[in-house]
């Protein structure tokens, strides 16, 4: 009888055995799939948000680990250079970008888009002028807003800095103007008298041609989600307002503006705050796409090194690290179970099986004596051993999700995950990636576990091998076998 016979003969025959080291294995493995399918989860959750998110970035002061520095009375900081942001522009990592320059515009004839929160009292007055260097507008090709009539800049409206712009639909209706039309910009600035009151100190007329009409895609004025607490409707409604009152305008334009307000501000009032001793300098934020979400990483340590003191790479994907805490602990309390469970299964299963091998002795001593040869020996243990815990592992794959879905789902609604949570609920970004809210919940509802390819390949590869490595002790015994001690 060929050995591979006697492996199923043997797994049969042994019933109580076989039963014994089938549960020893069917209990383990539910731990290893559970852990697997909640860390398998936990990673799926993080590749779909940061995609989601995107891979964009930017080059900001760091002020959270620089608190000291930002202290000093004496600090000067250096103002990051066009040419170095041309460079880091340069990366394999990078797919386009932008640098913008940008300021804000008081007006009274030209009407902005403003709402007011009867619980807030919000009010929002005014235009952000954006500044681009990229012709295509960085923020068409992102997606977060459409041109529904006109065009974009051409190259020669970026380099002669001409008096063009983009203006969103409502603004646009608000105002009575259409693709084509020169609208004037009445830049006013105020200051107030001592009993509160608001005095005008001047008046700068800017013309600017109409070439497009945007709508943004990435942010809407509607309360179509009732779940949503009102601090989160307010920090929406605010990001709709700041998208629909944005004017697009080439950088020069941009910085032509702002540099005829405050040569008009220093001749009616030299002592404004507003004003500084030195020549305000050409100030750009500047915006990177990356190729891939999964590339930020690598283009942060190849940024770093170049950028001088005080300045740091905040990314796109930074919103997940900041407010997914519970997710990142759950994937790591899972990777620690599956460790354990890992190593536990193979010190059980070694030794359940040598105490069988212990027991079989006469059995195994009888074959070798009668020629048969130590492999085929060794092989009608491993085979008994795949053919059980096959059974086991396969029969745990499917329970073990189920496991993993009950525990994760507890974890998740346990103060332990909570309190990581709970630090920072929500991340709205104001900081040149655009104006993207993203919450736990948001995070929580992204998560599921279920059956997936990955799952299933990862854990029966982690099964398999856990008990094939559990089988080398008792081959090792096999190997030491004496048939002619054990036939005396």
């Not at 080291?21 to 936990?42: C, R, Y």
């Not at 004839?109 to 990229?134: P, V």
């Not at 009732?226 to 307002?241: C, I």
Request: charged share 25%; glycine share 6%; proline share 2%.
């Amino acid at each position: 009888m060929s050995f591979i016979k006697r492996a199923l003969f043997s797994v049969t025959r042994k019933k109580g055995k076989s039963l014994i080291l089938f549960a020893v294995i069917f209990v383990l493995g539910n731990v290893i799939a559970g852990s697997i399918a909640i860390q398998q989860s936990t990673q799926n959750v993080e590749k779909s948000v940061k995609k989601q998110l995107g891979g964009m970035a930017t080059i900001q002061l760091d002020y959270e680990n620089n608190q000291d520095e930002f202290a000093k009375e004496d600090l000067k900081i250096e103002q990051l250079k066009v040419d170095l942001m041309k460079k880091i522009g340069d990366s394999p990592y990078v797919k386009y970008y932008d640098y913008n320059a940008e300021t804000m515009a008081q007006t009274k004839e030209l009407k902005s888009i403003s709402a007011e929160s009867d619980q807030s009292g919000m009010m929002m007055e005014g235009f952000s002028l954006k500044g681009s260097n990229y012709a295509k507008v960085l923020d068409v090709e992102e997606k977060n807003i459409k041109i529904v009539e006109g065009k974009v800049f051409s190259q020669e409206d970026i380099d002669n800095g001409k008096n063009v712009g983009l203006i969103s639909s409502k603004v646009a209706e608000e105002n009575g103007l259409s693709v084509g039309d020169q609208m004037v910009m009445d830049t006013r600035s105020y200051d107030y008298t001592e009993s509160g009151e608001e005095k005008e100190l001047f008046k700068i007329d800017v013309p600017i041609q109409i070439i497009g009409i945007f709508e943004p895609t990435t942010v809407e004025m509607k309360d179509k989600e009732d779940k949503k607490n009102e601090d989160q409707k307010m920090n929406q409604q605010y990001m709709s307002l700041q998208q629909l009152n944005t004017i697009y305008l080439p950088n020069k334009t941009v910085l032509e503006i702002n540099k005829d307000y405050l040569e008009k501000l220093k001749k009616v009032d030299s002592n404004s705050p507003y004003l500084s001793e030195e020549d305000p300098e050409e100030y750009y934020t500047p915006v990177y796409i990356l190729k891939s979400p999964d590339d930020v990483e690598a283009f942060k340590q190849e940024t770093q090194p170049l950028l001088p003191k005080l300045y740091t790479v905040k990314a796109s994907t930074d919103q997940y690290e900041q407010i997914g805490g519970s997710m990142k602990k759950m994937s790591q309390i899972s990777g620690y179970v599956v460790m354990i469970a890992v190593i536990a299964t193979l010190l059980i299963i070694s030794l359940v099986v040598l105490l069988f091998m212990r027991d079989r002795k006469h059995e195994l001593g009888i074959y070798l004596s009668l020629g048969d040869k130590r492999s085929h020996v060794m092989g009608q243990i491993i085979i008994e051993m795949l053919i059980i815990s096959g059974i086991a592992l396969i029969l745990s794959l499917i329970t073990g999700n189920f496991l993993g879905k009950m525990v994760s789902e507890s974890l998740l609604n346990s103060d332990l995950l909570n309190s990581t949570s709970n630090q920072m609920d929500m991340f709205i970004g104001f900081d040149g990636l655009g104006s993207t809210e993203l919450t736990a919940d948001d995070i929580m509802n992204a998560y599921e576990v279920k059956f997936s390819l990955g799952y299933i390949i990862t854990y029966l590869v982690v099964g398999l091998g856990t008990v094939l490595l559990a089988a080398v002790l008792p081959l090792l015994y096999i190997v030491r076998l004496n048939p002619k001690k054990i036939m005396m």
